[in-house]
């Protein structure tokens, strides 16, 4: 699938479309990726500030889907784990990118080319207009060979 397709779709997506949550760019070679959240009446907690919930919906999919496309069809690629650090309350817009490195991905395939599955964690930060850390979020991705390409 081509990485704007897939940005449009997410933009349109419900738990996205409904939240505020908009994908900026997808790397046509998925490897990058970046989204923001703008504070609307909508998505904000009972102290005005970001509902934490949205904030770690805008990051959910993303290390899974650059990796799964990024790494191919011979691969399984879930979402394992997940967990989020709130440093600060987020009162404006806030951004997340994420970028998948060569050197990460050929790791993956040498650590999964036995058969074995391969768990890693993956760290993003979420940062508002000023450039200030609102909230840490990890994902731990489960990838693995299928089994009709293992050796």
Do not use: C
Request: glycine fraction near 8%; avoid cysteine.
């Amino acid at each position: 699938m081509k990485a704007s397709v897939l940005r449009h779709g997410l933009n349109f997506w419900p738990p996205f479309l409904f939240t505020g949550i908009h994908v900026k760019s997808i790397g046509e070679d998925y490897r990058h990726a970046e989204v923001e959240l703008r504070l609307r009446l909508w998505n904000r907690n009972y102290v005005r500030s970001h509902f934490g919930g949205s904030l770690f919906a805008m990051t959910d999919p993303f290390w899974m889907l650059l990796a799964m496309h990024a790494l191919g069809r011979d691969y399984i690629v879930w979402d394992k784990a997940g967990e989020i650090e709130f440093v600060k309350p987020g009162r404006s817009r806030v951004r997340a990118r994420f970028d998948l490195d060569d050197a990460t991905l050929e790791q993956l395939r040498d650590a999964a080319a036995g058969g074995d599955k391969v768990l890693r964690w993956f760290e993003t930060d979420v940062i508002d207009e000023d450039g200030d850390v609102v909230a840490r979020v990890r994902k731990q991705l489960y990838v693995r060979l299928k089994p009709r390409k293992r050796g």
